[in-house]
Each structure stands twice: as C-alpha cells, then as structure tokens.
C-alpha cells in the first residue's frame, strides 16, 4: 500500500512546522518508513494516518489523546497551538489577567506546561505557574485563590500511560461548557502554525498550597474521638504529599502509604490500568489496610481528583462504589454542616438515594447530566455534589470541581465521628438503607460501532418496552423507569461503547437487621435487570 499526496503533504507540513525537535525527528523517521515500501511502510502509513487524523478535540474539559507526535496526539506543537487559541478566545472576551498553569507526572507533563505557560506570557498573560507537579484540584483552586481568569490542567487523569491531556478552568474554577468548548476550538483553529506562535519568558513559580491546606482546614468537623488510622495510595500519582499534608491539619497523622506506589510514576508499573475502580488496583491498598490495623483505606487517581475509599466488612475489607461514598459523605456534611439552606447534587446515571437524605435533611436536591461541569452549576447554595465514578465535590466554595484529597479529609472525619459514638461505616450504611431502601446501582460498557449503537437506542426511543416509562434528560441520554428500577443510557463520548446505568430499589425495611434480606433481594433483581436489559439492545 503505497502513502497518498495528501497524507505525505499533511505530514511534511507538520514536520515543517512543529517546534519541538524530538516530535519532529519521530514523525520523519515514520514518514520515510511509509514512503521507503517494502513489508514495513504498509503499517506506518495506517498509523501516519492516525496520527495525522486530527485533530484531538475538546471532550471532557479539554484535549485527551497519546503522547506521540502530529495533530492527533498530545505533543508541544498541540499544546502550543491549543494555547494560542485559548490566549486568544480570552483576549476576544475581555477577559485579561492571570492564568494558572499546573501539570501532574506524565510523559510529556513538564515540557507541555512549560509551552503553555510561554504561548501566555508571550500574549502578554500574567502565569501562575504551579510546579513541581500537583493535583489537578489544587489548579481549580488556584483560578478562584488568585482571581485569573482561567486555569489549564496538564493531565490524563487516569487514563493509560501513554495518554496526556490539557484541562481548561474558567474564571470560577469550574470546567468548559457549551458553548465555550466550541469557542476555543474555533479560535484553536484559526491559531497560527505552532512554529510562527510568539512565546514569552518562563513565569516565576507560584504555590498555593499552604492556602489550599489552610481552606481544608475550615472543613467541617467531628469534635470527638480519635484521629483514625489511615491506609492510603495516591496510585503512582500526584496527590500523596498534597493529602497526607491535608490529613494532618486536621489532626490526621497516622497515615500508611502504600510504598510501591507513594512516588509519582509516569509507568503506574505496579496497575494495569491506574483508576482506583479497575480490578485489582486497590489490591496494594486492602492489603496495606488490613495489615497495618487501619480504620480508612483510601485510593486516589493519578490526578487525585478522584476518591475511593474501603472498610473492613465482616467478611474482609473491600472498596465502596462511587455511590455508597457519595451518599454516606453527603449524610455526613448535612449532619454537621452549618450552611442555611444547603443544595446536594449528583447526576442522572449516578444512584436515586440521594434525593432521599436530601429531603430527611431538609435539604435542597438537584439531578444534573454527567459530569462536573453540571454538578457544580447545580445552583445556589451547593455545599455537596458527586458522581458515582467516585468523583466528589465537598467544598464547592473552595474547589469547583472534584476533589479527592478534601474528599479524604471529609471521610476520615466520617470515620472518626461514628467511631466516637460507638458505629462505624458499615453500621451506618445498614441505617442508611433501613431509612431509604436498599439502592443497588451498576454501570454496564457495551462495545458498539457508532452506527449499531445509535440503531439500538433509536429503537427504544421509537417502541419502549412494554411497561416502561422513558424520558430524556439530554439529547443523548434516554432514561427508563418503572416501581423501583431504572435504566439510563447513553453513549460513550469518547469509545465506541453503549454505557447503561442499572438500578434497583427495595423498599426502607424500617430495621437494620433486616437490610442483608433487601440486599439479597436486590442483588437477585439487579442480575435479573442486566439480563433484560441485554434483551433490550438486541444482545
């Protein structure tokens, strides 16, 4: 298979006009691989065509994609332009001033941050630069501690090893939405080549950390008992020094890291993929935990703006779903929270339950579309958002956005205070369910080619299944329910996948001893839901 013209010509004029000699050397050593023929060039012009096939576009927040060179990738000459178009969208708004720049540990982190924050002092931007590497919530809190007018996240969170990302903030330290993601990929476009973008000098560092440590000690706080015993991983990630720094202004100081994964890694050699959800991820953890007498184990994200935390259950320690945290955590800030008329969110695929505390509460309750870019536009008076990808929000003033190490503070605090009186975690989850029902959630990924996909959501939409109400809470999002089960589906933003979000509810059975039969029970029917739910799609 011989290269076409215009993938050849594509690829000289990136060549021509990338920056960074390293990318450059990379794509010409492939470009002269397809053009040489022979059994080789036939692969390096399928992956010259993916390389070139982009470019990356904005999806959660930002730019995610692999570090490797061409528009497809994340490299300096990516970043450069993506940048200039930001810079630009900014300048075209009026809005001039500050821009917080932060990257965590990954390949590539260092020498993209350092471009951004050139391309900025080169369009005459003030930069907060925020290095050596740090969380990305402490870039959210940033934008808002130093007034800027926005804020950019070198990271991938936790994606594999060979991605990178560019995260934008606005001015309120919250994530892009529509119609500004739109904005800046419009003026990236129009950016020029990344060789002709003019760059400034390298900004001073700036550190807010001691600020950040200082908000999370106002957090609220159980005035009794024991500072508990803490296992922790920050996942070959970022965030081990921010949280155990955190954990200890507020009196938390027996703290075990997990020591094959304390150092930021940019290899995660110990995951086979870094998110605290995967199987097998937090085995280091559990183990730490239960060997060192902990009462808390807690898993952050690379990035740790993500948090998941385990407790030992009769039959062993074990990790609680992004839902199971969710609602305990916002139990525990209504409990002790002081604010006036406070508002709890999550959104429509996480778990139902927490409209239920809200309201024994006395609390407000909103239900958003995924992601925290809505979560934290809940409305006024926000004091507790989540997803159930285990993404909490416990300081929406502070951070808009998740945040993992204020969420670890939070949950050592939940600990603390229900060993004070005697409870613990799983006590507290059986009262929970006594009160509200059991709610058994689970998210289900179906692998499907676009085309397949939007046929097999077209058909329930068109014909539901008989006995099933159905909603759309979003374009893309079509909701089913019936007494007690829900079934949201979606599209995946970023794979070819169908994602499904399961639920089943038994009613409040009044009496703790008796939620092991409810659970039973909805385990039973939440098996009995997948099954039908894979008759739905046609599987």
Partial sequence: MGIAPQLRDAALRWIADDPDPGTRAELQRLLATALAGGAPAAGAVTELADRMSGPLRFGTAGLRGPVRAGPAGMNVAVVTRTTAGLAGWLRAGGRTGTVVVGRDARHGSAAFAEAAARVL???????????????????????????????????????????????????????????????????????????????????????????????????????????????????????????????????????????????????????????????????LLLELAAGSGAALAVALDPDADRCAIGVRFDDGWRMLSGDETGVLLADHLLRTGAHPDPLVATTVVSSSMLARVAAAHGARFAETLTGFKWIVRAGDGLVFGYEEAIGLCVDPDAVRDKDGVSAAVLAADLVRGLAAAGSSVPERLDELAAAFGVHRTLGVSIRMEPAERDRAVQRLRDAPPPGWDTDRPAPDVLRLRRDGVRVVIRPSGTEPKLKAYLEVVEPPAGDPALVPASRERAEQRLGALRTEVDGMLGR
Avoid: W
């Fill in 121 to 283: 002092t080169g369009a005459g931007f003030e930069v907060a630069l925020l290095d050596p590497p740090v969380p990305t919530p402490l870039v959210a809190f940033a934008v808002r501690q130093l007034g800027a007018v926005a804020g950019i996240a070198i990271t991938a969170s936790h994606n594999p090893p060979a991605d990178n990302g560019y995260k934008v903030f606005l001015a309120d330290g919250s994530q892009l939405v529509p119609p500004d993601d739109a904005g800046i990929e419009a003026a990236v476009t129009a950016a020029p080549a990344a060789l002709s973008v003019p760059l400034g000098p390298l900004p001073a560092v700036s550190d807010v950390t001691k600020a950040y440590l200082d908000r999370i000690a106002t957090l609220p706080r159980t005035p009794h008992g024991a500072a508990p015993r803490i296992a922790l991983t920050p996942m070959h990630g970022v965030g081990g020094a921010l949280a155990t720094a955190a954990l200890a202004r507020t009196g938390v100081h027996d703290v075990h890291v997990v020591a094959a994964q304390a150092r930021p890694d940019p290899d995660f050699p110990t995951v086979a993929f870094p998110n605290p959800e995967e199987p097998g991820a937090t085995d």
